[in-house]
């Protein structure tokens, strides 16, 4: 890709709302199903892309705790897409030194997609260039609400006091929680919500939309959305004048 970036200011966590699928297929006049299999490129070219570039951590969003609701037909077959794409995807993984990770109540997933995500996980342990997190059967507020359960618990069992509660107590108990906050958040297709995604997570990322559906989303378009976000001042509730002297 011959975009230039500057290495010293790469979002260290990308995470990305793959949407657009079902409009893709649409105007081409096929079924939902043909647009979710065209995605699959788009997912291995964005994985790429962000190995190359020196990206940490990136999150995919596949699966919703409200993406159940979808006719059956499409959630088996996004199940079975999921599995075929870890067995074809394993390669990719391994050559290019990434580690599988996921995020989202998978205990739910078909025991096929579960099998497969665990023997994956399982074998890509050891790598450490980058860290693809896939976030399946996914909810943040889910999320949240189990974390302030186990709290609640620990502090009824004595094992933690109210006081010594603070913001690493509930980042300690989210499904991310070895993986750092969000920087970059991206989403296609034009939409611009968050849909339950990261909620706590990406209080501080820097969002980015694009009308691009989906299955056209290729390496260069993420090229093109780090080196937008290298345009962006984050502030964090500073100035820009302070932000400019630190
Ligand atoms: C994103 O594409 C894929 C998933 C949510 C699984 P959609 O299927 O949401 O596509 P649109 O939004 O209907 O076009
Ligand atoms: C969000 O996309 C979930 C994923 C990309 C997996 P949706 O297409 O399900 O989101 P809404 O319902 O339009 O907000
Ligand atoms: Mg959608």
Redesign the pocket.
């Known amino acids: 890709m011959n975009i230039e970036l500057d290495k010293n200011r790469l979002p260290n966590h990308v995470a990305v709302i ?7 297929a649409k105007q081409k006049g096929k079924l ?1 199903v043909f ?2 299999k065209n ?1 699959v490129h788009s997912v291995r070219e964005t994985i790429e892309a962000a190995a190359e570039i020196g990206i940490n951590v990136l999150t995919l969003y ?2 919703s705790t409200e ?1 159940w609701k979808r006719p059956k037909t499409e959630v088996d077959a ?1 199940m079975n897409l999921l599995v075929s794409s870890l067995e074809n995807e394993l390669e990719t993984l391994q050559k290019n030194n990434i580690r599988l990770n996921t995020i989202g109540n998978i205990t739910l997933l078909p025991l096929k997609a579960q099998k497969g995500l665990n023997k994956v996980m399982g074998l890509t342990i050891g790598n450490d260039r980058m860290v693809l997190n896939l976030a399946l059967n996914y909810g943040s507020r889910s999320e949240i609400l189990e974390a302030v359960k186990t709290i609640s618990k620990k502090v009824v069992n004595n094992e933690l006091e109210i006081e010594n509660i603070d913001e690493n107590t509930i980042n300690n108990h989210l499904y991310t929680f070895s993986l750092p906050d969000v920087d970059f958040l991206i989403r296609t ?1 034009g939409e611009q919500r968050i849909s339950n995604f990261l909620l706590w997570q990406a209080a501080y990322a820097e969002l980015y939309f694009t009308n691009t559906l ?1 299955p056209d989303f290729k390496k260069a378009d993420f090229y093109n959305a780090i080196a937008e976000f290298q345009n962006r001042e984050r502030r964090y509730g500073k100035t820009s004048e302070q932000i400019k002297t630190t």
């Not at 793959?18 to 893709?24: E, F, S, T, Y």
């Open positions: 793959m949407d657009g699928n079902g409009r893709w939902r647009g979710h995605g596949a699966f993406n996004l297709s989906w």
